[in-house]
């Protein structure tokens, strides 16, 4: 009998249980962020994010590019349980050796090289081992959402209460990098047993491992690529600006995250499902994976855009504190980031990964850190933090039109801006109505409040007048997802 682990669930299913987790590391930001940036200050936060952007380099290496390689393949092979054992643990065997040598590369770092905060970097080891027992991309190529959305969800509410319990001043920066990196590895390790339950290990040969070695070190190219026009620009900051400065871009970067996490939930969902249809050559399904994809981001991603381009000089000051006003204005200039990358994921995981174009994505990806590099690496000391938003749009942007051309034998540019367009005009009369309520408020918790509601209702109003006579496709997902919740609702005699 085929485990539960080796059953797929429904992309409702797995769509409803992600944007269950990413509900939960919506609320714990909004929970945590305003009593660290008041109890730790910008100088502590500054350095545990130095100390995390150096850590993160390292486990980028552990990882190699096997979340992407490892989710594709896995849906490929989940069928056939001894060539999904096989193809697992001869997966997982690289990964392990990778995620070793990367662990003491990094120790090295610490005892030779670094210079500062030695404590707080000799405690983000924890962080880099975690890299060893993560099998996230198993779960996903396996479409089991459910059990890693729980198992993230408890991990993040664990580390919220710890948090409030034992970070009370800046000079607790060694306890808080103490319970982040804890958390994040106890989290891999809770779900090993059920996978050496439902996938024991399999003798494999030496093609097994071999027939791994070219995708994962075309993606891991592609995964540094990211990393030094995403991260770096951390590093950069520490280095050419102050730490503070790093402290201001994270926490605009962890608001301006929020949006383009929801965003990512449906393409997470459905690129698994993409990969079959790429693998079956369904290319009419894969253009509608797509076109729903789509459809979600700009729902999504224009009302976060606009709407938190209205109320962030407010919102900053109010969550933040007087002392993170400027991420105010930081926010403003990243709000484009939410669409940029919202497109851009949506065509990554509909066409690009799913058609095994790997090696033209690093190009792409190579060309957008350079790009990123020059650009901040020039207007950091002219323009502050605001170099690092100017260096990243750039670059995503550059991406972005590149992955459109790449995609052009699939992606009908006319249907993509068909859909783009009416958004963008609702975005913006809901921007223009905010900012015109925002004169009948003053600078307090309520008129932030009603700020947030008029523009929701007039997003809401205008997205439903526009689905409702001009957007069948729209139409249908919003009416029938509204039908299918009143046909489980309970039925009054």
Partial sequence: MKSRLLRPDSAKKN??????????????????????????????????????????????????????HGQRIIAQRRSDLLRLRKTFWSLYVIHFAASMISLAAYLIYVL???????????????????????????????????LVSIRNAAIKLLETVCIFMFVKDPSDVLIYTLIMSVSVCLGQIVMMPQVLAAIPPARFSKQDLLEHIRPLFTLFAAVIAVTLYTVFDKTLLGILVSKDAVAFYEYSDKIVKIPRTFIGV???????????????????????????????????????????????????VLYYGEAFSICGSVMIGMCPIILIIGFGEAIRQSYIYPLKKDMTMVRILSVNAVVNLVLSALFMPVLGIYGAVVGTICAELVGLISEIWVSRAYLSLRDFLRNVIPFTVIGVLMYAGIRFAARFY????????????????????????????????LKLMIFGQIRSLKNRLPHRN
């Avoid at 992600?18 to 945590?32: A, D, E, H, T």
């Avoid at 008041?38 to 486990?59: E, K, P, Q, W």
């Avoid at 707080?120 to 459910?146: C, H, M, N, P, R």
């Avoid at 393409?267 to 076109?291: D, I, K, Q």
Wanted: aromatic content about 20%; glycine content about 6%; hydrophobic content about 55%.
């Fill in 15 to 68: 769509f409803a249980f992600q944007l269950f987790y990413n509900i939960v590391i919506l609320v714990v930001p909004l929970i945590v962020s305003p009593y660290l940036t008041r109890t730790m200050g910008s100088t502590s936060l500054g350095v545990y994010s130095y100390t995390y952007s150096i850590a993160y380099y390292f486990v980028v290496f552990a990882m190699l590019g096997i979340n992407k």
């Fill in 112 to 146: 030779v090289f670094c210079a500062s905060d030695v404590n707080v970097a000799y405690v983000q080891a924890i962080y880099v081992f975690s890299a060893a027992i993560d099998i996230t991309w198993l779960f996903y190529g396996l479409e089991k959402f459910k």
């Fill in 266 to 316: 449906v393409g997470t969902v459905l690129f698994p499902r993409a990969c079959r249809y790429a693998a079956e050559e369904n290319y009419e399904s894969l253009n509608s994976n797509f076109n729903n994809c789509l459809l979600v981001t700009c729902f999504i991603g224009f009302a976060s855009c606009f709407g938190l381009a209205a109320v962030a000089p407010l919102f900053a």
């Fill in 442 to 473: 003053d600078g307090t918790i309520a008129a932030l409040a009603a700020q947030v509601v008029v523009g929701l209702v007039i997003y809401l109003v205008l997205t439903f007048l526009y689905a409702y006579f001009f957007n069948p496709a």
